[in-house]
């Protein structure tokens, strides 16, 4: 948490010394269809996580046809900014950091913490950038990101699946006619308070304590609803 205290301190100061305001970049690789709301929210949780709070003014992105503005017009706009937030360091080069930076910006990269929060236009500090990326689990987090914006923006089930159903063809789930009635009874039943082990009791062993679980947990179920 020190270090994240650093960070923020770090970037709070350029901002207020400057006095101009803040922006952030995402991106969106080819092919993919990430949920940009939850990229926002993503991003503020990691902001949050090293206690840095400042308001965003504008928002730049790539990948994303309602959202005109990409790299190219922020890289334009950058004299007009304190520090420029990157979600990840995908979809911007070294190059493009160098530009910026020589702009007047700070660059901080809300997945690379502990790179820091300020890239310098020298060259050592650029080849020393490629080869510590990884040091805090970049490449980890980046690909555990586009697995969950992968499964947000897809209709195929991912997982066991539960009690009452059974997988089509093309991925998608759908409720088996002899099966669905007693699964529609023990959501009854669970959401009446009953007890999960009275529950099983009655399908007489059909539904184990864990499908319970996971047949509600898929339906969004819970006591009192």
Same mark, same amino acid.
């Given at each position: 948490?020190?270090? @994240?205290?650093?960070?923020?301190?770090?970037?709070?100061?350029?901002?207020?010394?400057?006095?101009?305001?803040?922006?952030?970049?995402?991106?969106?690789?080819?092919?993919?269809? &990430?949920?940009?709301?939850? $990229?926002?929210?993503?991003?503020?949780?990691? =902001?949050?996580?090293?206690?840095?709070?400042?308001?965003?003014?504008?928002?730049?992105?790539?990948?994303?046809?309602?959202?005109?503005? @990409?790299?190219?017009? $922020? +890289?334009?706009?950058?004299?007009? &900014?304190?520090?420029?937030?990157?979600?990840?360091?995908? @979809? /911007?080069?070294?190059?493009?950091?160098?530009?910026?930076?020589?702009?007047?910006?700070?660059?901080?990269?809300?997945?690379?913490?502990? +790179?820091?929060?300020?890239?310098?236009?020298?060259?050592?500090?650029?080849?020393?950038?490629?080869?510590?990326?990884?040091?805090?689990?970049?490449?980890?987090?980046?690909?555990?990101?586009?697995?969950?914006?992968?499964?947000?923006? %897809?209709?195929?089930?991912?997982?066991?699946?539960?009690?009452?159903?059974?997988?089509?063809?093309?991925?998608? /789930?759908?409720?088996?006619?002899?099966?669905?009635?007693?699964?529609?009874?023990?959501?009854?039943?669970? %959401?009446?308070?009953?007890?999960?082990?009275?529950?099983?009791?009655?399908?007489?062993?059909? =539904?184990?304590?864990?499908?319970?679980?996971? =047949?509600?947990?898929?339906? @969004?179920?819970?006591?009192?609803?």
């Amino acid at each position: 948490m020190a270090n @994240g205290y650093r960070l923020s301190l770090a970037l709070k100061t350029v901002i207020l010394v400057s006095n101009k305001p803040v922006a952030a970049y995402f991106y969106c690789p080819p092919e993919k269809h &990430y949920d940009f709301e939850q $990229l926002t929210d993503g991003l503020m949780d990691k =902001l949050t996580a090293v206690n840095f709070s400042s308001d965003i003014q504008e928002v730049y992105a790539d990948g994303w046809d309602d959202i005109p503005n @990409g790299l190219s017009e $922020l +890289i334009s706009d950058a004299k007009a &900014y304190s520090a420029i937030i990157l979600y990840t360091l995908e @979809g /911007i080069t070294i190059d493009d950091i160098a530009i910026l930076v020589k702009g007047g910006c700070t660059i901080y990269c809300a997945m690379t913490p502990h +790179i820091g929060s300020v890239f310098k236009a020298t060259g050592a500090n650029f080849k020393e950038l490629t080869a510590t990326i990884n040091a805090g689990g970049y490449y980890k987090d980046l690909r555990s990101l586009k697995i969950k914006a992968g499964m947000k923006n %897809t209709d195929k089930y991912i997982g066991n699946i539960p009690f009452g159903h059974k997988r089509k063809e093309d991925g998608t /789930i759908e409720a088996i006619p002899e099966k669905i009635k007693l699964a529609q009874e023990v959501g009854k039943w669970y %959401t009446e308070g009953m007890a999960v082990s009275e529950i099983t009791y009655r399908t007489e062993g059909e =539904l184990s304590a864990r499908q319970v679980y996971a =047949l509600m947990n898929f339906w @969004g179920v819970k006591r009192g609803n």
